[in-house]
């Protein structure tokens, strides 16, 4: 299986500007995903919509399909984290700069993130 490379915390923003439709990246979208509870351990972030982490990895290797336990919404736009992939399921809404410091509905069971 391919990994895809996760975008590391580092990434400059103005780099992000350049792109524009729905499902690419954006100024206005940025959620970092952490492995442990209360934004410990582990982290990925994430500045577009992933229909299904499936191969996307934390920055030490861990998967990150089933394995966030909190996420902070650093962007200007609500991020919505999805049980299932291609957003459905239930799941856990972040309006911009707010978290959860364990995830309600997908802690550990979370598949998909979407921007709106």
């Known amino acids: 299986m391919r990994m895809k490379t996760v ?6 923003a ?3 500007a350049t792109f524009g ?3 690419t990246a954006s100024a206005d979208n940025h959620v970092g995903l952490y492995y442990n509870s209360n934004y410990q351990g582990d982290q990925a972030h994430f500045y577009s919509n992933i229909p299904d982490f499936a191969g996307y ?4 290797g861990q998967p990150i399909k089933n394995n966030a336990a909190s996420a ?7 991020a919505t984290i999805y049980f299932n992939s291609n957003y459905a399921g239930t ?7 707010t978290g959860q410091s364990r995830l309600a509905h997908t802690y550990n069971e979370n598949a998909s ?3 709106s």
Do not use: I, K, Q
């Not at 975008?7 to 400059?12: E, K, R, S």
């Not at 990895?57 to 030490?60: I, Q, R, T, W």
């Open 91 to 97: 799941s856990d809404r972040l309006a911009p700069g």
């Open 21 to 23: 439709a729905a499902g």
């Open 57 to 60: 990895v934390f920055l030490h």
């Open 72 to 78: 902070w919404n650093y962007g200007t736009s609500t």
């Open 14 to 16: 103005a780099a992000l």
């Open 113 to 115: 993130l979407r921007f």
């Open 7 to 12: 975008l590391a915390a580092g990434l400059a």
